[in-house]
């Protein structure tokens, strides 16, 4: 029988030295079977958000036994942390540099009033 596993592990974060945690899912045709069809699932910084994939530093990253998972994971589902994310990585302009580069207006009169 075919079962898929979600495997969790945690490690420090290279930014702020708080939890890591990643995941995986895979899959065994029956109990004996090896993993196959390994996907990452993600992994992300519990303390500070960073999306940190893989483990930089010193140390072993601390492994939790799998588990069934029997919902599917969809692929390419939006995630709100990720498009908070990408909204605050997005090029701002600067307001000063936005005015300075327009045109002055020809018909406005600069005059002292008398």
């Given amino acids: 029988m075919r079962k898929q596993y979600l495997h969790l ?8 030295g708080g939890p890591v ?4 899912l895979a899959v065994r045709e029956n109990e004996i079977s090896k993993e196959t069809d390994i996907k990452q699932v993600g992994a ?16 072993m990253p601390q492994q939790f ?3 069934e998972w029997r919902q599917q994971i969809l692929p390419d589902v939006s995630h709100p942390a990720t498009d908070f994310e990408e909204m605050l990585n997005r090029p701002t302009c600067d307001p000063t540099s936005t005015l300075s ?7 406005v009169s600069h005059a002292e009033p008398h």
């Fill in 101 to 107: 580069s327009q045109a002055p207006e020809e018909n």
């Fill in 9 to 16: 592990s945690a490690y420090s974060c290279d930014r702020c």
């Fill in 21 to 24: 945690v990643a995941g995986s």
């Fill in 44 to 59: 992300i910084c519990l303390s500070c958000g960073h999306r940190q994939s893989k483990m930089t530093g010193l140390g």
């Fill in 65 to 67: 036994p799998p588990v």
